[in-house]
């Protein structure tokens, strides 16, 4: 398995923009996480789903964000519109019970 | 509310030192422990994975110790090498209400010199 895929590895966009973030999670596991990582506030876990639903979205920093799981091999965070201090690396990570696995991450720079 | 702590925040160490990394949490009811390493402009990746009902795991020159009851772990490195150089952070598996959490420490950033 190629383990958790996000896409784009980067992305740079100018503040108010809609940024879309991709994740494919391991094949099989149940739940999928989505993390963000600053320097200030190390990982804050935002959003998590099982089985595709949504279970706990209290991280979500504000209405900005947004976040899908359409099936269980595919979701998104979604920020609209974006600002400077969303500025951050986004992980994904799934896992089939009580392990995670973490992707390669997404940088994004909101300018 | 977990809380998780990692001390030291950073670690110098020659090459060929055995190292201990500390991580320390407020909330004993946990599911797991679990510690990660992760090199800079990287993903994580997990090291070793303690259950609840276990004391410790072992992988190769690595290896974790958990203590529930006084609400820690460590990771020891044996006979560190300049690869083993990247941050490590550890990571407590429980709940709130019915929602899991995984709760991550700050890290410690660790510098093996050759």
């Known amino acids: 398995d190629a383990g958790v895929i996000q896409s784009p590895r980067h992305e740079v966009t100018e503040m108010g923009q809609e940024v879309t973030l991709r994740c494919k999670p391991i094949s099989g596991h149940d739940y999928l996480f989505w993390y963000r990582q600053t320097m200030m506030r190390g990982l804050e876990l935002l959003i998590y789903?099982?089985?595709?639903?949504?279970?706990?979205d209290s991280g979500m920093p504000e209405d900005r964000f947004s976040a899908k799981m359409p099936n269980a091999s595919f979701s998104t965070l979604k920020i609209q519109p974006s600002e400077p201090r969303d500025s951050a690396v986004y992980f994904c990570?799934?896992?089939?019970?009580?392990?995670?696995?973490f992707g390669q991450g997404t940088r994004l720079t909101v300018v | 509310k977990q809380e998780v702590t990692q001390i030291p925040a950073a670690l110098s160490v020659p090459e060929g030192e055995n190292l201990v990394l500390n991580c320390s949490f407020t909330d004993s009811a946990i599911y797991n422990l679990q510690w990660f390493r992760q090199d800079p402009g990287k993903g994580l990746t997990s090291l070793l994975l303690i259950q609840s009902s276990q004391r410790e795991q072992t992988s190769g020159r690595l290896n974790a110790s958990l203590d529930k009851s006084s609400g820690r772990s460590t990771l020891y490195i044996a006979a560190s090498q300049p690869g083993d150089s990247a941050t490590y952070l550890c990571?407590?598996?429980?709940?709130?209400?019915?929602?899991?959490?995984?709760?991550f420490g700050s890290g410690t950033q660790l510098t093996v010199l050759p």
């Open positions: 990571a407590a598996g429980g709940f709130s209400g019915s929602a899991r959490q995984l709760t």
């Open positions: 789903f099982n089985n595709n639903v949504p279970i706990d």
């Open positions: 990570a799934s896992s089939p019970n009580t392990e995670a696995f």
